[in-house]
């Protein structure tokens, strides 16, 4: 093996997609030629995924691994285990985080390299460079390294195009399910910069792959993967109309027949683009998902976050979109925003309510809980406005994302000075109340349990009343122990499991 790379666990153990893994090794397999091996948290208990790395780290030169932010904890902790093994593995971190928090990043006693800028280049250059043994770490582009105690930054990588994923790379459980669902990348970047999120810091404006060399891999792909569902995994697969007629010539040329899901902006809901019409075309060629980052309820928070929507049009867009039996909406949302009142937190619930009145089955992710990028607009406001101080190195980024902290969900601990303290339970577990409302009452133990809860979300909703939130917080301060004994339950099987393995060498 030439290089290893690790992405963190997200719990997701069937589907996970670890992109920004996921493409670099793919760029060091099909066009490098390197022997590349991917090991996916999500998959492995963490005895199983230690012991993979006991096995690979005692010889392997180069470890690349991404991180957001949210993974501190977890990564910490791979890498201290790693350099415990082989303390000459040399470790490059990538992802999110080490692209937002570079030099702090590299500081950090275990993690030899930094790549701050799209990382396929930079990885191959750097592994070339250490296996001539010459250490010329000035030569790699887009590396930040160590240097007698300073920390260096080389010049920016150029970009090395588009080439065809590896999906050998994942591992078995994933690719077990391509035949019922596989995720396909058309294009990177986005050329929106909403204030809040990572483009706006990284600033990669939108590349789209060209569509003949597109069309030949979802060929290859349907013919060796025959998939039910495609999901078009872009931040915005319709930035391009010109470019989505062409997809939709071609699926019918084609005759596909797969399903198909993508993200899109609510904002190109218009008569010049998407309209109820060219919906219906969409839905002709099996459409079955399209996925909006709607963000708030309130026209003030949208315009501050520059999400150049309107709410009145997203509306529009729901109505419309709920009268297609086969597309199905998803919506995203997040509260607790520097500056958002309780009542803009109410408008957003407002919005989702009027989401579900028209389309019961829509997927609604959050209002997750705001968390804080460093870098970018919004960011430097926070600072200057509310006096935040962000950690100062990564293991006290690792401490703030203790998940024994908050089992619920990464960050839902941390507190913000901008939001008063009698709103703040609700900012941090609104999603709560939406994922209880939508739950299915069917006669078994666990709903009969939480019935109740279930009963009083839905009313909670209809009835727009977000005050006195006694039952959410006796469902938070009962559910929060079940899940820790059920942390505790899977630590004994994760442990059975490596006792079989080992047993079994």
Not at 28 to 45: A, H, R
Request: proline share 4%.
């Amino acid at each position: 093996m030439d290089i290893l790379l690790i992405t963190p666990d997200h719990e997701n153990t069937k589907n996970n997609y670890p992109w920004a893994a996921l493409s670099v090794g793919s760029y060091l397999s099909n066009v490098k030629k390197y022997d590349i091996k991917l090991l996916d948290g999500s998959v492995y208990s963490k005895p199983e995924l230690y012991d993979r790395l006991k096995q690979y780290c005692k010889s392997v030169k180069l470890v690349g691994i991404s991180c957001m932010s949210s993974d501190t904890f977890y990564i910490k902790g791979v890498i201290d285990y790693i350099k415990e093994i082989n303390s000459d593995s040399r470790i490059i971190m990538g992802g999110p985080h080490a692209r937002l928090q570079p030099e702090q990043t590299c500081l950090y006693k275990n993690i030899d390299f930094v790549s701050y800028a799209e990382g396929e280049y930079t990885v191959s250059q750097l592994y070339e460079e250490i296996k001539s043994g010459n250490n010329r770490y000035d030569k790699v582009p887009g590396l930040i390294y160590k240097e007698n105690g300073k920390v260096k930054r080389t010049l920016p990588p150029e970009p090395v195009g588009f080439y065809d994923i590896d999906y050998g790379l994942l591992p078995e459980s994933t690719r077990q399910t391509f035949h019922e669902y596989i995720q396909v990348l058309t294009g990177r970047g986005c050329s929106f910069r909403c204030t809040f999120c990572f483009n706006s810091v990284c600033g990669q404006s939108w590349q789209g792959r060209p569509m003949e060399d597109l069309i030949n891999e979802i060929d290859n792909i349907v013919s060796k993967y025959d998939p039910e569902v495609i999901y078009f995994r872009d931040d915005n697969f319709f930035l391009s109309k010109t470019r989505i007629e062409e997809f939709m010539s071609y699926y019918r040329e084609r005759k596909y027949r797969f399903k198909w899901r993508a993200n899109c902006y609510a904002g190109y809901y218009n008569k010049q683009y998407i309209t109820f019409d060219f919906l219906k075309k969409l839905e002709e060629i099996n459409c079955e998902t399209l996925k909006f980052g709607m963000e708030s309820g309130s026209q003030r928070v949208l315009n501050a976050l520059k999400k150049k929507i309107k709410v009145d049009n997203v509306k529009r867009l729901v109505s419309d979109l709920s009268k297609f039996k086969k597309i199905q909406g998803n919506y995203s949302f997040m509260v607790g925003l520097p500056g958002e009142t309780f009542e803009e937190y109410k408008e957003t619930m407002a919005l989702i309510k009027y989401i579900l009145e028209r389309e019961p089955d829509a997927f609604i992710i959050g209002p997750n809980y705001f968390r804080i990028y460093p870098g970018g607009t919004l960011y430097d406001e926070i600072k200057t406005q509310y006096n935040y101080f962000e950690p100062k190195s990564f293991e006290e980024w690792a401490i703030k994302y203790n998940p024994e902290k908050d089992l619920l969900s990464f960050g839902k601990h941390i507190r913000y000075p901008w939001i008063p303290q009698k709103y703040e339970f609700f900012a941090q577990y609104a999603d709560i109340i939406v994922k209880l409302s939508k739950k299915s009452i069917r006669k078994d133990l666990r709903v009969i349990i939480a019935l109740p809860f279930i009963l009083l979300a839905r009313a909670r909703i209809k009835y727009e009343w977000y005050e006195c939130l006694y039952d959410l917080r006796v469902f938070v301060a009962l559910y929060k122990p079940l899940l820790k004994f059920k942390s505790k339950f899977k630590s004994i099987i994760d442990g059975l499991k490596v006792i079989q393995v080992e047993t079994t060498k």
